[in-house]
């Protein structure tokens, strides 16, 4: 019995080991120098997607008073939306809320006055030219409440292609800047790993006009930065 907990507990000890041998693949043999190089390659794009929150927030004397108005207005800036071209796939209900409103008076315990409720909304503008004047129409139809825009990319995968080029280049460049401070060359890359991507999101900003016969809103996009980080493996003789 004591002979076979211990093959047992000699089993159990191999499996991680064997796990993370699994996990973790061996470089192949190097004859010569190792340089691990950690690269980043950038590309930029306009960003020709806005993602912005609307909304309607509503107050009444009771929760079913506060709810019914709720959404009667916002019936009417769904219909905005339709209206304005905007495909129901790009409207997402992002949060439904109903809370009491209190009057806080001193020494004196708080008073129910009424009940607060909002609906919110997230919209997708592919068109971010027009979005400002659709947010303005939401307006006029009852939307009281505004967050955004997050600005994206459509179709980012060849913009990160461009990124990921550009680090190899640079991490190639910087592979031949060691080899030659040594008085080496390089023969080869050994390995390379994507360690992590970002997109920079530009700094949004809402303009409008000034003149009352022209308060539109508008969106300025911007520029977008979308990076690529490689760690590289090079040998060098």
């Known amino acids: 019995m004591n002979k076979l907990i ?7 000890a191999a499996i991680p080991a064997a796990a993370s041998a699994q996990t973790a693949p061996q470089l ?3 004859a010569g120098t190792r340089v691990d190089i950690n690269a980043t390659g950038e590309s930029r794009r306009v960003p020709d997607v806005a993602v912005i929150s609307a909304g309607v927030v509503t107050r009444a004397a009771t929760a079913a008073a506060a709810l019914q108005q709720n959404a009667t207005r916002m019936e009417r800036v769904l219909a905005a939306l339709k209206r304005a071209g905007i495909e ?8 439904i809320n109903l809370n009491p409103d209190y009057s806080y008076e001193n020494n004196q315990p708080p ?13 997708r503008f592919r068109d971010i030219r027009n979005s ?15 967050n955004g825009p997050n600005l994206t990319i459509d179709q980012p995968e060849a913009a990160r292609d461009e990124a990921r080029l550009q680090a190899l280049t640079n991490g ?10 040594l008085g080496k060359r390089v023969v080869r890359l050994v390995a ?3 360690t992590g991507g970002y997109a920079q999101p530009p700094v949004p900003m809402f303009e409008r006009g000034m003149a009352a016969q022209a308060a539109d809103t508008k969106i300025v996009p911007g520029e977008q930065s979308i990076q690529v980080n490689l760690t590289m493996v090079f040998e060098l003789q």
């Open 111 to 123: 008073r129910l006055t009424g009940y607060q409720a909002s609906n919110q909304v997230s919209i």
């Open 6 to 12: 211990a093959a047992l507990a000699l089993g159990a």
């Open 192 to 194: 390379v790993s994507e």
């Open 88 to 95: 129901q796939r790009d409207v997402q209900t992002s949060s």
């Open 28 to 30: 192949p043999a190097m």
């Open 132 to 146: 400002g004047k659709i947010l303005d129409a939401l307006v006029a139809e009852g939307a009281n409440q505004i």
């Open 172 to 181: 190639r460049a910087r592979a031949d800047l060691y080899a030659r401070a």
